[in-house]
């Protein structure tokens, strides 16, 4: 029988916290809260969460420069919690480490199905080994990307990206999947995001003696198809 997934909560509301423990307790996690940063960094080192919920209103540390400081220590996914509504303040989010954002109050049942996904991305990726699409090869692991040999140097979100498409050779992936897969959340859904990172993804991986790799489905999404 598995362990249960441990996760970590950081928030100083104590009535939200003792609530998330105990849904968190009963969709079958392992769970500890804390309610400030400092707090929340140490039980990090001492109990190795393999996911963090991280309010970003927090005391003495502030929840962005926590989530800078997780990152920097652990690959497990952060989901950060704000009462922030503004997009910008989301994206700072974000831009600290955090794998996805929800704005309170939410819905626990939407919770609950985010952690899921972002466990199940953390998952995929640390067991993912080495994918191959023609010349270009992926290494999960080690974050590494190479095209006929040389490396390929990408942002997070790029190789997160094309790690995606590339779990899924061939198949054509709509923009909400993609968003759903690599973000893990949905305030950006309406946007030209995934187009942009895509255009970012073509400028680094192809060229005169590297035909592209990725194809654009009109009115649908992408596919990665490597040349035959």
Aim: aromatic share 4%; glycine share 8%.
């Amino acid at each position: 029988m598995s362990c249960p997934s441990r996760i970590l909560v950081v928030e100083d509301d104590p009535d939200l916290a003792q609530a998330l423990v105990l849904e968190l307790e009963h969709a079958g996690y392992a769970v500890h809260a804390v309610g400030d940063g400092p707090a929340a960094l140490r039980l990090e080192a001492e109990w190795k969460p393999d996911l963090v919920l991280l309010d970003l209103g927090l005391p003495s540390l502030d929840g962005l420069d926590v989530c800078r400081r997780l990152r920097s220590a652990t690959r497990a996914p952060v989901i950060v919690l704000t009462a922030r509504d503004a997009v910008a303040d989301r994206v700072r989010g974000l831009d600290a480490g955090a794998d996805d954002s929800i704005v309170k109050p939410f819905s626990l049942d939407e919770l609950l199905a985010r952690v899921r996904s972002a466990l199940r991305r953390a998952s995929s990726r640390d067991h993912g080994g080495v994918l191959r699409a023609g010349d270009l090869v992926l290494d999960a692991a080690a974050r590494t990307v190479t095209r006929r040999g040389e490396p390929v140097r990408l942002t997070r979100r790029e190789f997160d990206l094309l790690e995606c498409l590339m779990r899924h050779p061939g198949q054509v992936l709509d923009r909400a999947t993609l968003l759903a897969e690599v973000w893990g959340h949905d305030f950006l859904g309406g946007s030209n995001v995934i187009d942009v990172y895509v255009r970012y993804l073509r400028a680094k991986l192809d060229g005169p003696d590297r035909p592209p790799l990725i194809q654009t489905v009109r009115g649908i999404g992408y596919a990665l198809r490597p040349p035959p």
